[in-house]
């Protein structure tokens, strides 16, 4: 090496701080707000909610369930956030959380979001959109139930970026994440309802806990008929036996008869 290059040194360690020092003021922690007071119409709600308990039945043993709670990508900021209607993150059961960050969790593997007149004070679908896609999320469902032509289109995560499906897709309603398939039912009370469903055809729908109710009673008043009937033609069994055995006992005695007037012919002289 010449003396005309310069001499390059390792970087100095850092030095201990020899004596405490006054600050004007402490460092502001990050706060991760819980809830914010936000519009939501009775229709909006009631599809929501009618969404999670629907997964939350199906899904509780290997995936917790979120709905309207924050998620948060970002650990140095709360305003890189999302509040999806729905959302569902497998691999691990369901608990109640207050928060989800996706540092400490992981990021969701499916949200939804459900339309809403509410939503006219919302950021617009593309800013919502790019906070989905810098979160991580594998696959976004969006519902409008006043779109009669087009009330779902689903996003799927493609080499770092959120990609829409086309319309014309035939597996469009094909729910990745979850293996089950995206249906929408008229529902009495409020109209157009997201629904998820076991077959493409939507038949074997999963079902709202109100439904699984029902069909729980329905089957136990079936088992209840089932039990009677088996009661009853066990009892008609019985009888039909006692009779028979009277019979029997009947023709028994009459033959024991018949037998006993034939030994006493034989026995009486000619």
Not at 15 to 26: D, K
Not at 171 to 190: I, K, Q, Y
Not at 236 to 261: I, W, Y
Request: glycine share 4%; charged share 35%; proline share 9%.
């Amino acid at each position: 090496m010449s003396s005309s290059e310069p001499t390059v040194r390792p970087p100095a360690a850092p030095r201990e701080r020899a004596r405490a020092h006054v600050y004007s003021r402490p460092p502001e922690p990050v706060v991760f707000p819980e809830a914010e007071e936000v519009p939501e119409t009775n229709r909006h709600l009631e599809l929501r909610t009618a969404l999670y308990l629907i997964l939350k039945r199906e899904l509780a043993q290997v995936a917790t369930l979120g709905s309207d709670q924050f998620v948060y990508w970002d650990p140095t900021t709360s305003r890189k956030r999302l509040a999806p209607d729905a959302f569902v993150r497998l691999g691990m059961p369901h608990r109640t959380f207050r928060t989800w960050k996706t540092w400490l969790h992981g990021a969701p593997d499916l949200g939804v979001e459900i339309v809403s007149e509410s939503d006219e004070g919302e950021p617009d679908w593309e800013e919502k959109l790019a906070r989905y896609r810098a979160s991580g999320i594998r696959e976004v469902v969006r519902f409008d139930p006043d779109d009669r032509a087009r009330p779902i289109r689903v996003w799927d995560a493609l080499d770092g970026d959120l990609v829409e499906r086309a319309p014309d897709d035939p597996e469009l309603r094909v729910c990745e994440a979850l293996g089950l398939f995206w249906t929408v039912m008229e529902d009495p009370s409020v109209g157009p309802m997201l629904r998820l469903s076991r077959d493409r055809e939507g038949h074997d729908l999963l079902p709202t806990p109100d439904e699984a109710e029902a069909r729980a009673r329905e089957a136990e008043a079936k088992a209840r008929e089932a039990e009677a009937r088996t009661r009853e033609a066990e009892a008609r069994t019985r009888e039909v036996n006692r009779e028979l055995e009277a019979e029997v006992e009947a023709l028994r005695a009459e033959l024991a008869q018949v037998k006993g007037k034939r030994r006493t012919r034989r026995r009486s002289p000619g």
